[in-house]
């Protein structure tokens, strides 16, 4: 009798976790009805993609993308207001995970490990890590990151007191880490809670170079002091798919997400939000997020 009474505990107990799994498995539509609100997280620190414009207003590449999403979910639930939520990288995908948000907008990379915590739209946009140096940066950075060749062997040694910095947060760092190895023991790799911090340093001479997405270390170089003292790297160390995260197991949610972007992507407004965000680079960045673009 007492096993059967524990069997029967079991199945129940078996039955209620299934029951909760499925009524809390990614129901993001109904969720956000229910709250009246679509919750759009941004970050605001990567511009061209996501930060604040001078009147405070969320803007940027990624936001008007993210615009489009939340127009096509008051388009099926007309009585949901928007609502931008400023987040930084490292609590996004909680945030996200959590319900906290709906999407997380910005220059996100879209990885295996991050999956384990969120799902991605389809690709947004395409890039890769590099570096930004001053033009008076160490001869060995400038080979390393520029492609530059030596005018003497002790070109290619690093100096003692050379550091690099990296956004913390982001997957960069460990790219940076990798990348240098055992050739340049004596470079130091240091973090900072934004990218304009890590302008600021390298303008200051306090690190040598600044490691990140080469997309942002363009918008980055023209607000600098004195944008032509810099050099932006053309070597690629990593292949950076972006995409706005959102929360896993919730097919029908992105399926709206990725339909919203295909329809984006098609249509005649797409070339001109490109060439407002990253100039005469649009129509060549157009055709490689096509080519990585779902299909009808």
Do not use: W
């Not at 999956?115 to 140096?133: C, H, K, N, Y």
């Not at 960069?172 to 880490?177: D, E, K, N, Q």
Request: aromatic letters at 8%.
């Amino acid at each position: 009798m007492l096993a059967k009474c524990m069997r029967r505990l079991v199945l129940a107990g078996l039955a209620l976790g299934i029951a909760a799994h499925v009524a809390t498995a990614a129901q993001t539509l109904d969720l956000i009805a229910q709250k009246g609100t679509i919750r759009v997280g941004y970050i605001t620190d990567e511009a061209p993609f996501s930060f604040k414009g001078k009147d405070g207003i969320p803007t940027g590449y990624t936001i008007d993308l993210c615009g489009k999403i939340a127009d096509a979910v008051t388009h099926k639930l007309p009585q949901v207001k928007r609502d931008y939520v400023e987040i930084t990288l490292a609590d996004g995908f909680d945030a996200v995970k959590s319900g906290q948000i709906d999407l997380l907008c910005g220059a996100v990379t879209i990885n295996l490990a991050r999956r384990e915590t969120v799902d991605f739209s389809q690709p947004i946009f395409l890039t890769g890590a590099s570096a930004l140096l001053r033009k008076d940066s160490p001869e060995y950075l400038q080979i390393l990151f520029l492609d530059k060749r030596p005018t003497r062997a002790t070109d290619t040694k690093s100096p003692s007191a050379s550091i690099i910095g990296v956004r913390s947060a982001t997957t960069t760092g460990a790219t940076l880490r990798e990348a240098l190895g055992s050739d340049v023991p004596k470079t130091r790799v240091v973090d900072f809670p934004t990218h304009q911090d890590g302008l600021n340093a390298l303008e200051n001479h306090k690190i040598d170079a600044y490691f990140a997405d080469r997309a942002l270390l363009i918008s980055l170089a023209t607000h600098a002091r004195t944008p032509s003292a810099l050099a932006i790297g053309n070597r690629l160390f990593t292949h950076e798919p972006y995409g706005i995260a959102l929360r896993r197991d919730d097919s029908a949610f992105r399926l709206l997400v990725d339909q919203t972007l295909t329809g984006f992507y098609q249509s005649d407004d797409f070339p001109q939000t490109l060439k407002t965000y990253f100039g005469d680079e649009g129509a060549v960045l157009r055709s490689e997020i096509m080519t990585q673009s779902i299909p009808e």
